[in-house]
């Protein structure tokens, strides 16, 4: 019995210190935190720099979308928004520009994240012009639900 406790530690303790009982890494609490805070001045709601918005995860899977190497899922080094991260500070290209370099623990959060696939969460398509989606119309106007019928009691004389 204690050879199989010891055993299962050994085990246990080896794969988390390889990675491979690595947490997954969740884009809402750890990667758009990041973004916020380092990013979405110049690549935010209000600014646009190199027509990427990091704001929302609608935004960046939009310019996922049309620029396919700007994340490759499960490839951190051929990914353009780490490489951006990790270039030299005297680079042009790195991010963020003309401020400090990201701390490690983040650059390598970001790459975590990277290698686990990149995930965003579930985003509702845009309508396209005046289309609404199938929600819409059901919420401009609430459905009727018809009363309960209630007998009415007799007045006693």
Same mark, same amino acid.
């Given at each position: 019995m204690t050879v199989r406790v010891v055993l299962f530690v050994s085990v246990f303790s080896l794969?988390?210190?390889?990675? *491979?009982?690595?947490?997954?890494?969740?884009?809402?609490?750890?990667? +758009?935190?990041? *973004?916020?805070?380092?990013c979405i001045k110049c690549h935010?709601?209000? +600014?646009?720099?190199?027509k990427m918005r990091l704001h929302t995860p609608a935004s960046l899977k939009e310019k996922w979308d049309a620029d396919k190497e700007l994340l490759v899922a499960g490839e951190p080094e051929k990914s353009e928004l780490y490489v951006r991260l990790t270039l030299p500070a005297d680079d042009k290209k790195r991010m963020p520009r003309m401020a400090d370099p990201l701390?490690?623990?983040k650059i390598d959060l970001i790459a975590a994240w990277i290698k686990q696939g990149a995930a965003l969460p579930e985003v509702a398509a845009a309508p396209a012009g005046d289309e609404k989606p199938a929600d819409a119309a059901a919420e401009e106007k609430p459905a009727e639900v018809p009363l309960p019928e209630v007998r009415r009691r007799r007045k006693k004389h």
């Open positions: 794969v988390t210190t390889t990675g *491979f009982g690595q947490d997954k890494v969740d884009f809402q609490t750890q990667i +758009q935190p990041i *973004f916020v805070e380092h935010g709601e209000k +600014q646009a720099s190199g701390p490690k623990e």
